[in-house]
């Protein structure tokens, strides 16, 4: 058998098995048939004498390269476009760039709102089938349910429901803008002003045809 003298860049010695008398080339040497090898071969340390090993010691075997990484499926790769799509989209609704009635169009996107969690002011979550904006930092409670806290949260517009049961707002942040349409007791309402405060039939008010 033949081996290269000077190893590879993983320290492993190229070698080849020839039969009968056999005159290496340069930069290789012969390996006596009775020489023992070592179990790490080809990763061997050499001692060679006029182009014969007369001695082979155990070499240092690396470690294999880890498997690579595989490819995501196409599937994996569509799931993962939809759910960064529906992050931007959440995103693009909480900062404004996406209008409240769009939002509601999408109600699965947004995060159900859950209790003992520290929600931002402009976070938009679903309660009841419904999406509410956050008015205020707060860390939420049961009991603070969107519908429970106007204070807190404020519904935002919903597109199947032209006309909204009225909702007295606590300010500024929930007033109804002119054209609001709501109703209330048992009749159609728009708003004739902007930061609408009133009930309907007391002022700022007109009752639907």
């Known amino acids: 058998m033949l081996i290269e003298i000077i190893p590879l860049s993983n ?4 070698n080849q098995n020839g039969g009968g008398t056999i005159t290496p080339p340069d930069g290789w040497a012969v390996i006596p048939p009775d020489m023992a090898i070592p179990e790490t071969f080809p990763f061997v340390d050499l001692v060679i004498k006029n182009g014969t090993v007369v001695s082979m010691a155990a070499g240092e075997v690396p470690e294999p390269d880890p498997d690579p990484t595989p490819e995501p499926t196409m599937e994996a790769r569509v799931q993962a476009l939809e759910s960064a799509t529906s992050i931007a989209f959440v995103t693009l609704c909480e900062t404004g760039t996406i209008d409240a009635v769009t939002a509601s169009e999408h109600t699965e996107l947004f995060s159900p709102w859950a209790y003992s969690v520290d929600y931002k002011t402009g976070n938009i979550r679903a309660h009841g089938g419904k999406l509410y904006r956050c008015l205020q ?6 009991t603070w349910t969107p519908d429970a806290a106007p ?7 919903d ?3 032209e006309w909204p049961t009225w909702v007295q707002p606590t300010g500024a942040h929930d007033a109804y803008a002119q054209g609001d349409k ?4 048992g009749k159609h309402w ?6 609408n405060v009133w009930e309907p039939g007391v002022y700022g ?3 639907a045809a």
């Open 190 to 195: 728009i708003s004739n002003v902007d930061n």
């Open 151 to 157: 204070s807190l949260w404020v519904a935002i517009s």
């Open 11 to 14: 320290g492993a010695h190229r």
């Open 137 to 142: 930092d707060h860390t939420s409670q049961e």
């Open 205 to 207: 008010w007109t009752e």
């Open 159 to 161: 597109p199947a429901e």
């Open 182 to 185: 709501v109703s209330h007791n």
